[in-house]
T-cell receptor, first 112, second 108 residues
Framework: DTGVSQNPRHKITKRGQNVTFRCDPI?????LYWYRQTLGQGPEFLTY????????KSRLLSDRFSAERPKGSFSTLEIQRTEQGDSAMYLC??????????FGSGTQLSVL | GQSLEQPSEVTAVEGAIVQINCTYQ??????LSWYQQHDGGAPTFLSY????GLEETGRFSSFLSRSDSYGYLLLQELQMKDSASYFC?????????FGTGTQLKVEL
């Protein structure tokens, strides 16, 4: 069990730029989740995959956000035309079921 | 919508027992999880209750009452390393909805 790995750990970008984050889940987990967390708040659900299928996406999620999980392994989260309000910690988690998730250390995004 | 309420802060002394409460309003509730998060770290799983009652894992115990839409996390023999944020999270179908978290400060 090597844990959930996320890259990069930190990303600073200018408003209007596109950014992409990567998540490598625990290999035997078929479920992969993306969450967003801001200071003093709990993680907020963005989307989740079962194998390569994206099964649910938050209704609050802007169309500027897109996620993929090709071949049911690693996943990428892309944010297009970033805004200052997108600044947050982006967390990836994997698990066999939703009740017990293993989180990565996250990607801290700062939009200037 | 889904909502979970927790106290924002709790302070206790080393060696004491502390209880962190969580009340929830959700539809399609499956169970309640608890996570610990140190500053700058990832949330880590502590416990999960699907049925009413108490689950014990070492110094940590978690309780659920589905009829009261209420749960708590009990931490015994507090240690300085327990200073962290604690989140309850409701499992609704295939995802977790997190509360805003309780910051626990353990003092000497």
């Amino acid at each position: 069990d090597t844990g959930v790995s996320q890259n990069p750990r930190h990303k600073i970008t200018k408003r209007g730029q596109n950014v992409t984050f990567r998540c490598d889940p625990i290999s035997e987990h078929n479920r992969l989740y993306w969450y967003r967390q801001t200071l003093g708040q709990g993680p907020e659900f963005l989307t989740y995959f079962q194998n390569e299928a994206q099964l649910e996406k938050s209704r609050l999620l802007s169309d500027r956000f897109s996620a993929e999980r090709p071949k049911g392994s690693f996943s990428t989260l892309e944010i297009q035309r970033t805004e200052q309000g997108d600044s947050a910690m982006y967390l990836c988690a994997s698990g066999r079921g939703a009740e017990k998730l293993f989180f990565g250390s996250g990607t801290q995004l700062s939009v200037l | 919508g889904q909502s979970l309420e927790q106290p924002s802060e709790v302070t206790a002394v080393e060696g004491a027992i502390v209880q962190i409460n969580c009340t929830y309003q959700t539809s399609g509730f499956y169970g309640l999880s608890w996570y610990q998060q140190h500053d700058g770290g990832a949330p880590t799983f502590l416990s999960y209750n699907a049925l009413d009652g108490l689950e014990e894992t070492g110094r940590f115990s978690s309780f659920l009452s589905r009829s009261d839409s209420y749960g708590y996390l009990l931490l015994q023999e507090l240690q300085m390393k327990d200073s962290a944020s604690y989140f309850c999270a409701a499992q609704v179908e295939n995802k977790l909805t997190f509360g805003t978290g309780t910051q626990l400060k353990v003092e000497l």
